[in-house]
């Protein structure tokens, strides 16, 4: 399962094969070795679990979202800056946004995604598009997620999920039990791109928390929309 939080490619594919053929040979071990209890680890928490998390756990119960529509202009919420500054929607009008609403620092995949990211925030500002990083987490976190990055993005709070409510993309007890200082309720990852007057022309509503566009995927989305 580590290979899952290691390697981007399980990043951006539904079926990822090495951990399942991985946990399929164990399962083959033990049941040749026919001992009982080490079996039914192997085939209950080691094959089960892998098998539970990549077709049925990593899955998000998202329906349809008439909010988030391509073509559709962005509802108006407010965020706080790292700083405690209000700010909202309006405040990014005439300007191209990029707004990417991520779990939290407790989330490996959003770990991986942002670095992916900083790797091409450079990029992204040289085609004129304003990033903007929003997660229900405390400024602390956020503040110290900026400061692990490679460059300084901007990053939001979203206080007690108001923006998310807005947005229909509230992840009701997303947060795993165990994960301490974050609450029970998270987002549902979601990126979506405005253009200068708020109009959504590039939206993704993964229903699997693996699964994230690439940058290299939605800077291509944004040359085709502004050509």
């Given at each position: 399962m580590s290979l899952v939080y290691t390697f981007p490619y399980t990043r951006v594919v539904r079926f990822i094969?090495?951990?399942?053929?991985?946990?399929?040979?164990?399962?083959?071990?033990?049941?040749?070795?026919?001992?009982?209890?080490?079996?039914?680890?192997?085939?209950?928490?080691?094959?089960?679990?892998?098998?539970?998390?990549?077709?049925?756990?990593?899955?998000?119960?998202?329906?349809?979202n008439v909010l988030l529509k391509k073509g559709a202009y962005l509802a108006d919420f407010t965020v706080s800056s790292l700083a405690g500054e209000k700010v909202s929607t309006s405040s990014f009008?005439?300007?191209?946004?990029?707004?990417?609403?991520?779990?939290?620092?407790?989330?490996?995949?959003?770990?991986?995604?942002?670095?992916?990211?900083a790797a091409e925030y450079e990029t992204l500002r040289e085609r004129g598009i304003e990033l903007v990083l929003i997660s229900p987490q405390s400024r602390e976190k956020s503040a110290q997620q900026q400061s692990r990055l490679s460059v300084s993005m901007p990053f939001y709070m979203d206080e007690d999920n108001n923006a998310a409510r807005t947005l229909g993309i509230v992840h009701r007890y997303g947060?795993?039990?165990?994960?301490?200082?974050?609450?029970?309720?998270?987002?549902?990852?979601?990126v979506v791109v405005t253009d200068e007057s708020g109009?959504?022309?590039y939206v993704d509503?993964?229903?699997?928390?693996?699964?994230?566009?690439?940058?290299?995927?939605?800077?291509?989305?944004l040359d085709q929309a502004w050509v």
């Open positions: 094969a090495i951990p399942v053929i991985m946990a399929l040979l164990g399962a083959l071990l033990t049941v040749v070795e026919m001992r009982p209890l080490p079996t039914f680890y192997t085939l209950f928490f080691g094959l089960g679990g892998v098998l539970v998390y990549v077709f049925w756990y990593t899955y998000l119960d998202r329906s349809d009008l005439g300007k191209k946004v990029l707004w990417v609403f991520f779990r939290g620092n407790w989330c490996p995949m959003c770990q991986s995604q942002l670095a992916h990211l947060v795993p039990l165990g994960i301490l200082g974050y609450g029970q309720d998270t987002v549902l990852p979601t109009k959504i022309i509503l993964t229903d699997n928390f693996r699964i994230r566009p690439s940058v290299e995927t939605i800077i291509a989305s």
